[in-house]
Structures are given as structure tokens and as C-alpha cells.
């Protein structure tokens, strides 16, 4: 039986849970998750894991924070004023948005804070500072 490799194309079912239980992810119910190892396109310590299963493998990985989304970078999160938000847009916590940088490029933000004059934004990943746990199956190597 075949092993993944670096470079294969993979089918993957999945479920990714905080270290304490909850879960944020599942392909349950959809089609597996495709992905080449090593090309950057899943979180790095992910895909390393998957790298050396054979079809019909599951496994428990547990990915720290680090080879996940990062540590969460209290730099990324930033006051602002409340009418640098478009009016017709309601401001309420946890809402994601979709900010334009000095540059001209396009990052996701999560308002964390609302007051009466500004808002908190957050630029981290929301899994950012999480150790992730996944359960993994290796469906397919295409």
C-alpha cells in the first residue's frame, strides 16, 4: 500500500477541535478536503502529518500554535474610529469584516470592542495563540 508523499495530491476527512474539546472544523456531511503536501495550502504542521499515511489511515495530530495560525500579535489589533465603518454596516462584536491596509491590499478583521466613539478591530486569524487537534482520515491520494 502507497504512502503520501510530498507532492501528492490527497483527499482527507477531518475534525479540528481546541485543546479543550470544542470543535471549529469537520468535513462530516462534505466532500474531503484536497490539498498537495508540502505546496503551503493547509497549516504546516497539518500537512506534515498527513505526509506518510496510507489510503484508510486515521490518525490524531495535535498541531501547536506555532504551526498552526501563530501566536496571537497584540500589534494586530487596533482602535478605531467608529466612522472608519461604513454607516449602513451595524457594529457588533465578534462581526467580520473586510478592511483595506495603507497599501492597497485586503485583510479580514474581527471587531472585538464597541463603543461609543471607536472600535476595537483584531487582524489575528481567530484560531491565532490555539494549539489545534485534528482528527484525520486519508480518503484518497489522486
Known sequence: MSEAKTGDTVRI???GTLTDGRQFDSSA???PL???????QIIPGLDREVAGMAIGDTKTVTVPADEAYGQ???A?????????VPS???PVVGKRLQATTADGGQMV???TAVGDETLTMDANHPLAGEDLVF????????
Open 34 to 40: 484536497e490539498f498537495t503536501i508540502g505546496a503551503g
Open 109 to 111: 478583521v474581527t471587531i
Open 88 to 90: 449602513e454596516i451595524e
Open 72 to 74: 496571537h500579535d497584540p
Open 135 to 142: 482528527e484525520v482520515e486519508l480518503v484518497e491520494i489522486v
Open 29 to 31: 456531511g462534505r466532500d
Open 13 to 15: 476527512h477531518y475534525t
Open 76 to 84: 494586530a489589533v487596533q482602535e478605531v474610529p467608529r466612522d472608519a
